[in-house]
């Protein structure tokens, strides 16, 4: 069975930093793409950002380019969201999701890790 | 950058009804088209992709049509399960982005 399971959410003032974490189980990490969705509460979904399945190609919404940095460790099975000066518009549930192979679209979420920016 | 502009916003039916959701683009994105589907405090799930390919496991009252700039989510005929809100999505190589939402709630 794959499985994502997101990590690391939590309360943080404005100007922060925090590191998400996503372990996968059930599939060859290494083999897929992984990225990263964000849900502000009570709002819609925002993409973040994508990873290659080696991880040499990274891609970052606008919204937080030069502020968040993917990055995965397939020998751990993990992916990873460091984030540095957080913002209130940062606060929202973030997902981890699995990128299909055939549909190249987010085939496996997680449950997402609550981010909280506030003073 | 690319807007993907959802239509309606809410949408009231019955169960059986047939149902469609339109998806907008700010500019041509050929079929490059996902719709997901999400239930209050779950995650997403991926219904079609490629405009009009079903995921697998999806049922096959779901249906999706369009290319270029303008785009459809059809259900064929409501179930309890449907009652949900979905998100069209654009993707490339290197970015995605989200159109705003469609509640769908019962009538």
């Known amino acids: 069975e794959v499985l994502v399971l997101e990590s690391g959410g939590d309360l943080v003032q404005p100007g922060g930093s925090l590191r998400l974490s996503c372990v996968a189980s059930?599939?060859?990490?290494?083999?897929?793409?992984m990225g990263w969705v964000r849900q502000a509460p009570g709002k819609g979904l925002e993409w973040v950002s994508s990873i290659s399945f080696s991880g040499r190609e990274v891609f970052y919404a606008d919204s937080v380019k030069g502020r968040f940095t993917m990055s995965r460790d397939n020998s751990k099975y993990t992916l990873y969201l460091q984030m540095h000066n957080l913002r209130a518009e940062d606060t929202a549930v973030y997902f981890c999701?699995?990128?299909?192979?055939?549909?190249?679209?987010?085939?496996?979420w997680g449950q997402g890790t609550l981010v909280t920016v506030s003073s | 950058d690319i807007q993907m502009t959802q239509s309606p916003s809410t949408l009231s039916a019955s169960v059986g009804d047939r149902v469609t959701i339109t998806c907008r683009a700010s500019q041509s994105i050929s079929d490059w088209l996902a719709w997901y589907q999400q239930k209050p405090g779950k995650a997403p799930e991926l219904l079609i992709y490629?405009?009009?390919s079903l995921e697998g496991g999806v049922p096959s009252r779901f249906s999706g049509s369009g290319f270029g700039t303008e785009f459809t989510l059809t259900i064929s005929s409501l179930q309890p399960d449907d009652f949900a809100t979905y998100y069209c999505q654009h993707y490339n190589s290197y970015s995605r982005t989200f159109g705003q939402g469609t509640k769908l709630e019962i009538k």
């Open positions: 059930g599939f060859s990490f290494k083999d897929y793409a």
């Open positions: 999701a699995k990128i299909g192979l055939a549909s190249a679209n987010f085939n496996y």
């Open positions: 490629r405009a009009s």
